[in-house]
T-cell receptor, first 115, second 116 residues
């Protein structure tokens, strides 16, 4: 079974631009979560989608948004990029049944550099 | 609020030596605990998880972890490390949300270096 895939793997943008990142979950998984990883803040939860609905959101500004499609693929968008948005963005998928301790499987990440 | 502390930012051990990475969590109820490993330029790979039953959990690559409720700890161990174990290790607690979903709250990570 194929793992979580993320595209693109690397991106370079300039301040003020916007960016869209894509995530394809493991087949059969209906929940997709997004995390931001930076050297200073570590791994922080952005949001989680299930059945095309955002179920939970972390403490990030409204410039960070996402969506999920009917095939469970997800995209996240960052508008008006700032230098501090440079990070590794990780996507994780899980079955989404809400079971306690449900395992999240991570993709390789998209590394975004904002100049 | 849930939190995870990994007290050691960087650990260096010799190949073949034993390893213990520390993790302390803060959570009001029975925690759901995970250890992930991240190699340079890669995503996170699940090593093992705990949410009930035996407090000693076996994982992949020869790793194990022991849950100690009295100490709020979930330390990761390996009896003999290999050079390929050099990576960053993250401890995480599964935190429930109002919507029934679960998010992971991660520690800051421990970078492991292996001396030949």
């Amino acid at each position: 079974k194929a793992g979580v895939t993320q595209t693109p793997r690397y991106l370079i943008k300039t301040r003020g631009q916007q960016v869209t990142l894509s995530c394809s979950p493991i087949s059969g998984h209906r929940s997709v979560s997004w995390y931001q990883q930076t050297p200073g803040q570590g791994l922080q939860f952005l949001f989680e989608y299930f059945s095309e609905t955002q179920r939970n959101k972390g403490n990030f500004p409204g410039r960070f948004s996402g969506r999920q499609f009917s095939n469970s693929r997800s995209e996240m968008n960052v508008s008006t990029l700032e230098l501090g948005d440079s990070a590794l963005y990780l996507c994780a998928s899980s079955l989404g049944q809400g079971a306690w301790g449900e395992t999240q499987y991570f993709g390789p990440g998209t590394r975004l550099l904002v100049l | 609020a849930q939190s995870v502390t990994q007290p050691d930012i960087h650990i260096t051990v010799s190949e073949g030596a034993s390893l213990e990475l520390r993790c302390n969590y803060s959570y009001g109820a029975t925690p759901y605990l995970f250890w992930y490993v991240q190699s340079p330029g890669q995503g996170l790979q699940l090593l093992l998880k705990y949410f009930s039953g035996d407090t000693l959990v076996q994982g992949i690559k020869g790793f194990e972890a022991e849950f100690k409720r009295s100490q709020s700890s979930f330390n990761l161990r390996k009896p003999s490390v290999h050079w390929s174990d050099a990576a960053e290790y993250f401890c995480a607690v599964g935190a429930p949300t109002l919507q029934g979903a679960q998010k992971l709250v991660f520690g800051q990570g421990t970078r492991l270096t292996i001396n030949p």
